[in-house]
């Protein structure tokens, strides 16, 4: 199995910028889905942005405008950069991989993405 490693993760305050990124084990961009979710605390986990295998982009509403999901299929590594950043934009951060169904009505879904990393936590202050 394909091993999903992120970084990037820190303390940031409010209006502040970080870039997540997540380096595969070996190349898997553009052969699955790739997505980044998050966690708060005592919140239920929820998908950020998703990249689909032809190139379409997926962001909750939350984070549009503000965050970019990226890939470098050179280095096999998946990007997030978060701009503006909100105190409620803190939690832990998770890249994914999966096999959505083709135009899935739910594409921030977790439920296709079966492969994690461990994830790296983002802390935004007021």
């Known amino acids: 199995q394909v091993q999903l490693v992120e970084s990037g993760g820190g303390s940031v305050q409010a209006g502040g910028s970080l870039r997540l990124s997540c380096t595969a084990s070996?190349?898997?961009?553009?052969?699955?889905?790739m997505g980044w979710f998050r966690q708060a605390p005592r919140k239920e986990r929820e998908g950020v942005a998703v990249i689909t295998t032809d190139g379409r982009t997926f962001y909750a509403d939350s984070v549009k405008g503000r965050f970019t999901i990226s890939q470098d299929n050179d280095k096999n590594t998946l990007y997030l950069q978060m701009n503006s950043l909100k105190p409620e934009d803190t939690g832990m951060y998770y890249c994914?991989?999966?096999?959505?169904?083709?135009?899935?009505?739910?594409?921030?879904?977790?439920?296709?993405?079966?492969?994690w990393g461990q994830g790296t936590q983002v802390t935004v202050s007021s």
């Open positions: 070996r190349y898997t961009y553009g052969r699955r889905s």
């Open positions: 994914a991989s999966g096999y959505p169904p083709p135009n899935y009505d739910y594409p921030l879904s977790a439920t296709y993405f079966t492969n």
